[in-house]
């Protein structure tokens, strides 16, 4: 069910991120605890990034209450490219991980694709490697990257409809701004995309049913660039002196969207379920 876009019902409906995200888990638990197997996810991490450690620790919690099997390889920041690169293969092979990821980011001595492209695209749970990633491309989604796809699943928790909308990425990166371009192109949106080059960008983001920013730049978006009863998603995210900033002016959008985000609690929340679900397709498909 599509819902048409209303400019004249002031402030927007929050996108709660979370409640959303407990919705996904619950159901995979659900899911787990009538297989005859344990899904395993493996997490390669190298270097003891801060913020990097906090994400693996709430993806192993993730893991436990839905009942997967859930390890993490840390390995030193001086560990060559070629010892990481083994030590994929050797979760490559084994029957009981269904799911394996990269920790990004990656220390300067290694490059960050080739790790992730070690990885097998069968067990790809990030969405990440060039074959998941060239998938979207020809419409042949197969394993989609975990923040785009909760995106996604957020955009069509308000009832819009994509079909037929007008979409504006404002960022490009290959982890959100193009893949989730490529996945609104393919469920017959009109996309535009957005960055640093462009001209006049709020003549561009005023034309938007659906605005997604994903550039890490504070408060970049103002009300003045938002059509009135817009869905605007927020994937930025800064840490700054008054806290935790996205890439929209939330107080003022507030004012003028139709639907929401907020930063925190919006698309995070989201991508740590996404890949929940992408490991349980993965232990699925291969059983």
Known sequence: MSVALDPDEIGAKIIDGKELARSVRRKIRRQVKKLKFTPGLAVVQVGDDPASTVYVSNKEKDCQYVGFHSEVHRMPAE?????VIE???TLNSREDIHGIIAQM????SIDGDTIINAIMPEKDADGLTLVNLGNLLINRE?????????IIRLIESTGVGIEGSRVVCVGRSSLVGKPVGLMLLNR?????????RTRELFSETQQADILI???????LITAGMVKPGAVVIDVGITITEDGFVGDVDYESVEEVAGFITPVPGGVGPMTRAMLLENTLELALARK
Do not use: E, F, L, S
């Not at 560990?79 to 010892?83: G, I, S, Y």
């Not at 980011?105 to 300067?108: M, S, T």
């Not at 197969?142 to 909760?150: D, E, I, L, R, W």
């Open 79 to 83: 560990t060559p490219q070629a010892a």
């Open 213 to 219: 920013a994903a550039v890490g730049r504070p408060r």
């Open 188 to 196: 017959n949106a009109t996309v535009t995309y957005c960055h640093t």
């Open 105 to 108: 980011p990656v220390p300067d």
């Open 87 to 89: 030590q994929i293969h």
């Open 142 to 150: 197969q394993t989609v990257p975990c923040t785009p796809a909760g």
